[in-house]
């Protein structure tokens, strides 16, 4: 097995444990944010430390052969622990249950982390082993009960987390549930690395040469295992943040109809903020919304409300329903109203004004979507009958739409 593939997942991990640092920061004392954090940590840590060139460094640093073994045993200890930690707090319950199963765990894992070392002085490994320590030392009293106690203990880890990610994988949906998915997969790895230092220390004891398993086909699954399980836990956060900005540049394309309309006639608003071409599309969002807000206020005394009622009626009969026919109505009144602004007609009727700035508050309302709905809305052919001929707009005193006000009767005071 090659270097790369101890230190690519070390690494992978690393890049998991920094996308999720920022969780920590708001709410360092979210247990399940800092079992996350320890278990990327000990994860990243544990590649690192696996790799034969980290190994060889640190016997020579010490100056004791293959002390870096209850090392690595010691946070692959701490990274199942971690794992069983996080599978308790994503599980819930009550407050004191939860902090009784996560102290159990830790007294269990606590407790192989101390044993480790204290196998590893009782026992000789005089010969410096790089790769193949489980099998070479699988006989070796102390060192044999070491490498026992880290294996089973991993293992077992691997097939709790595995089995109950699994089953909560189920509870949820999208990018949670496809992250959990892939989740599973890296711990059913890890186990599968487990179960295959196991099956070769028992081959050995039985007098069989299976250290195959040990040094050809558990490394490239350990690495495999780690690379899927960093994959795991940033898709939420990746597809969550991707998600947020498809609806981000979505809801700016959509608003485009609307902000185009309001801004029809170049020079006669106010410029534009300048936005840096960086700039990510959440702040092109607000700035856009922004704007069609503050047009929309400067339309309002040019709002007539008998142009939405004479729409909102066209819609309906033209098949339209409830809120579609509603928000048509509102349209078409913009429509006609940034239509007369921007060919110098004067305002409308105070009374119809207010009743269409009073319709036009209430088809907005509160977020983005009725706003959305309302640029939509200029598409229907209802709203396109109350635009003027393009040239219309370069002809002063040029006639109405068959909507507007002065055109129609139906439906007037």
Request: hydrophobic share 50%.
């Amino acid at each position: 097995m090659r270097n790369s593939d101890y230190y690519i997942p070390a690494i992978a991990l690393g890049i998991a444990f920094a996308a999720k640092l920022p969780a920590f920061r708001r709410d360092p004392r979210d247990p399940l944010v800092r079992s996350v954090l320890f278990l990327l940590l000990t994860g990243a840590v544990c590649f690192f430390l696996a790799a034969p060139p980290t190994v060889a460094a640190v016997n020579e640093i010490t100056g004791i052969p293959n002390v870096s073994a209850p090392l690595v045993y010691c946070v692959m200890c701490a990274f199942s622990c971690a794992c069983l930690v996080l599978i308790v707090n994503w599980r819930g319950g009550p407050g004191d249950r939860v902090r009784r199963d996560s102290r159990r765990w830790i007294t269990v894992y606590g407790t192989a982390v101390v044993a480790l070392p204290v196998l590893f002085a009782l026992g000789e490994a005089p010969v410096e082993r790089l790769r193949d320590l489980d099998t070479y030392y699988a006989n070796t009293p102390f060192i044999r009960e070491m490498i026992v106690t880290y294996l089973v203990a991993h293992i077992a880890s691997a097939a709790v987390t595995t089995m109950m990610c699994l089953r909560w994988a189920r509870a949820v949906a999208h990018w949670l549930r496809l992250g959990l998915i892939v989740l599973v997969v890296g711990l059913a790895l890890n186990l599968v690395f487990g179960l295959c230092k196991l099956t070769a220390v028992v081959l050995r004891w039985t007098g069989r040469d299976g250290d195959a398993l040990s040094t050809s086909v558990a490394p490239p699954v350990a690495a495999a295992a780690g690379l899927v399980i960093a994959a795991g836990f940033l898709l939420p956060l990746l597809g969550s943040r991707f998600t947020g900005l498809r609806r981000s540049w979505q809801t700016y394309t959509r608003l485009g109809a609307l902000s185009r309309c309001l801004r029809a006639t170049p020079g006669a608003h106010a410029p534009l903020p300048r936005i840096p071409w960086w700039a990510p599309a959440g702040l092109r969002l607000t700035v856009r919304e922004t704007v069609i807000h503050d047009e929309l206020l400067r339309l309002q005394p040019y709002l007539d409300d008998r142009v939405r009622r004479r729409a909102h009626a066209a819609a309906l009969t033209g098949g339209a329903r409830g809120r579609r026919a509603h928000t048509v109505g509102v349209a078409a009144m913009v429509v006609a109203a940034a239509t007369a602004r921007d060919l110098g007609r004067p305002p409308a009727d105070d009374e119809h004004a207010q009743e269409g700035a009073r319709a036009l508050t209430a088809a907005l309302g509160p977020g983005r979507d009725r706003l959305v709905r309302l640029s939509r809305a200029l598409e229907s052919p209802v709203v396109a009958a109350v635009r003027p001929h393009p040239a219309a707009r370069t002809a002063p005193g040029a006639a109405p739409g068959p909507l507007s006000a002065p055109n129609a009767k139906a439906g007037t005071r």
